[in-house]
């Protein structure tokens, strides 16, 4: 189907600034892009193109879609195919596989492992096939019409290192030996094979966090002898982040693996305002010849799971293991000096602040009754101290408790959004009773409220950062620029009215001032309503470096 976009102003993802333009979407594919309204270049018209649908665009942004460098919908995309939280705010790619922990490559125990590990970030359906294994597997499942239709945005993917150690060395602690970790390059290796775009860390999560920079830069240097990128959940947001981010810029230095800095944050009280402190780290590392990229989502409380507060060593071995420790009164007495005196690894240093640790979704439905509320909250109205309440959730939901942790500052937000290296990323959950409005505000609040409202970047600006920047980094052949012969991956807004609505009482509430989502060309979005239309597409690294849809 062709349809032609008219009078729209033309944001085109370069940065460069706005004008005035014609656009013919053909099929799949941006057909033609020219300036509207002028004689020499002439506008389009619908005969002369032989478009069967004409949107007068006047008043609207028409720009690339966006992009979400920090996404975790790796399994909702094939369970709730209609994915209207990320269409809704003009997402066209995502980026799964993050913070080290998702569901490919595995075996059975690892999977097994894994979906009980993250069943917080992103549920556990037991009436759900799991046929894949491997990478390649995983993609053509993104591919395929098996659970009613195809995926409704495109997604590339990083192999993650947590899972691949899991798959190697089970969930406990310790190093590798030269074998197992040749084991371990050779899965990344065949991982990036079969289409994934780098690798990713989630070193506060178990079991990567037992991973040393030694083990870690022989991974990377798989990752980068084939063009792939790290893109790391470092050891520390908190106590000693800029030790942590130091590390993982060394890890890049000395292996020469590009570096994409995930969800880029100085968080807790020790680093209220030391952003520049850490911009400078990176400056410093990008004049040196070091390439790195960043990404944020532009809120300050974070998410996760309650899980993760704990200490590493008490989460070794997996679910039952830790479960084992919660519930010996000596152990769980060592966890609770490492939570409240001197603080968790799990918890970046910090001592846990149990006003901060709001509980966003349970598995276990007898719970539902805490959503909403922080742990301190619930220890008042239980009348508990509030580690007993948070052994007490641990243990009866299994570790499946998903949180926001208020512990974010305006200040730092504002000064890396600025960043010459700066992408967006959401890294929204999907799930839970209150889960974060990121998932479902994250880039309207970019064009909206840090935009518009505060004027931080302009609209040009922030658009470079939300679209033809992620995608230079993620090497995508035709995507990420309103540009002739690039896939038809546009969105149109109105730049007076786009923002965010999804609020921490009400999260799930779509964005205002979207109007139109085009996914490879189908409508997604239109006239501000969900189709239904699923038009995405598995992208994979391609033998030469590029990423692109379909099989390699």
């Known amino acids: 189907m062709k349809t032609l976009i008219n009078n729209a102003t033309l944001v085109d993802g370069t940065g460069a600034a706005r004008r005035r333009a014609d656009v013919l979407l053909d099929g799949a594919v941006i057909a033609a892009v020219v300036d509207a309204g002028t004689l020499d270049a002439g506008s389009l018209t619908a005969a002369e193109t032989g478009a069967e649908r004409v949107i007068d665009a006047t008043g609207l942004v028409l720009s690339p879609g966006f992009i979400d460098m920090h996404a975790h919908s790796d399994l909702q995309l094939l369970v709730n195919r209609d994915h209207y939280a990320k269409l809704s705010q ?18 059975d125990a690892t999977l097994a492992g894994v979906r009980e590990k993250i069943a917080g970030w992103n549920d556990s359906p037991a009436e759900f096939d799991w046929n894949w294994r491997t990478v390649g597997e995983y993609l053509d499942r993104l591919d395929t019409e098996q659970d009613g239709g195809r995926i409704a945005t495109n997604a590339a993917y990083l192999v993650p290192q ?9 969930f406990a602690e310790g190093d590798p030996t030269p074998e197992q970790q040749q084991q371990m390059q050779d899965i990344i290796r065949a991982a990036m094979e079969e289409g994934a775009v780098g690798m990713s860390s989630g070193l506060t999560y178990t079991p990567g966090m037992y991973a040393q920079t030694e083990e870690l830069a022989g991974l990377c240097r798989t990752v980068g002898e084939l063009g792939g990128f790290y893109a790391p959940h470092h050891r520390s947001y908190g106590k000693g982040a800029l030790g942590a981010y130091a590390e993982m810029i060394g890890l890049s230095r000395e292996t020469g693996c590009a570096l994409h800095l995930s969800h880029a944050t100085m968080n807790f009280a020790e680093n209220k305002g030391r952003a520049g402190e850490l911009l400078e780290l990176i400056d410093e590392a990008l004049d040196q010849g070091v390439d790195i990229t960043l990404d944020t989502y532009p809120y300050l409380p974070g998410a996760t799971t309650l899980s993760a507060i704990l200490p590493s060593w008490a989460s070794s071995g997996g679910t039952e293991a830790t479960l084992t420790r919660l519930a010996d009164p000596e152990t769980r007495a060592r966890i609770q000096e490492a939570v409240e005196i001197y603080g968790s690894d799990g918890c970046h240093g910090v001592v846990a602040e149990w006003d901060t640790l709001e509980i966003s979704g349970v598995q276990n439905p007898a719970l539902a009754g805490y959503v909403g509320k922080t742990v301190r909250d619930i220890a008042s109205e239980t009348k508990q101290e509030p580690f007993d309440v948070f052994a007490q959730i641990l243990t009866e939901d299994r570790l499946g408790t998903g949180i926001l942790q208020h512990v974010g500052h305006e200040e730092n937000v504002q000064a890396i959004m600025k ?56 090497k995508l052949h035709n995507r990420g620029l309103v540009r002739e012969g690039y896939a038809a991956d546009v969105v149109l807004f109105d730049p007076e009215t786009v923002r965010d609505e999804a609020t921490f009482e009400n999260p799930r509430q779509a964005a205002s001032g979207l109007q139109y989502v085009f996914v490879n060309g189908t409508a997604a979005i239109d006239g501000g309503k969900p189709t239904g239309a699923r038009a995405g597409r598995a992208l994979r690294r391609s033998s030469d470096g590029l990423t692109r849809e379909g099989q390699q």
């Open 419 to 474: 960043h010459r290296t700066h992408t967006g990323g959401s890294d929204g959950l999907l799930v839970g009773g209150k889960p974060h409005p990121r998932a479902w505000g994250t880039f309207p609040r970019y064009l909206g409220h840090y935009s518009r409202d505060l004027g931080l970047l302009s609209l040009e600006e922030m658009v470079h950062h939300l679209t033809g920047r992620p995608a230079a980094r993620l």
């Open 90 to 107: 003009g997402v066209t790619t995502e980026l799964l596989g993050q913070d080290g922990l998702s569901y490919a490559p595995v075996d």
């Open 162 to 170: 947590g899972t691949v150690r899991a798959m190697v060395m089970g």
